[in-house]
Nanobody, 127 residues
Framework: QVQLVESGGGLAQAGGSLRLSCVAS????????MAWFRQAPGKEREFVAA????????KYADAVKGRFTIDRDNAKNTVYLQMDELKPEDTAIYYC????????????????????WGQGTQVTVSS
């Protein structure tokens, strides 16, 4: 089974930074688009950022554009989410996700595209 393990969550002050990591236990990591989603209490899981498998496109939700940066290191089977200028509304559980299809040329913010999910890491931002 594919396993995705997130880390790096924790407490931060408003305006501060955190860096999330997700390590995938797959040998074909570079063949898949990777993404980050988040879910706050009482809300649906929402798209945050995606990094297309071929590196040609990075996509961000409007709420985080200019503050968050997604990156990946294929040699380490790892995708990162650098979060700067954090706001209290960024508080949520953050999930790493892997595309369900290898070498897909289309990318999407639709969570239905992603079949493999990590267990999440909590991010809490105080005022």
């Amino acid at each position: 089974q594919v396993q995705l393990v997130e880390s790096g969550g924790g407490l931060a002050q408003a305006g501060g930074s955190l860096r999330l990591s997700c390590v995938a236990s797959v040998r074909t990591f570079s063949d898949y688009t990777m993404a980050w989603f988040r879910q706050a209490p009482g809300k649906e899981r929402e798209f945050v950022a995606a990094f297309r498998w071929d590196g040609r496109l990075r996509k961000y939700a409007d709420a985080v554009k200019g503050r968050f940066t997604i990156d990946r290191d294929n040699a380490k089977n790892t995708v990162y989410l650098q979060m700067d200028e954090l706001k209290p509304e960024d508080t949520a559980i953050y999930y790493c996700a892997m595309d369900s299809i290898r070498e897909r040329t289309l990318s999407s913010s639709d969570k239905a595209q992603y079949a493999n999910w990590g267990q999440g890491t909590q991010v809490t931002v105080s005022s």
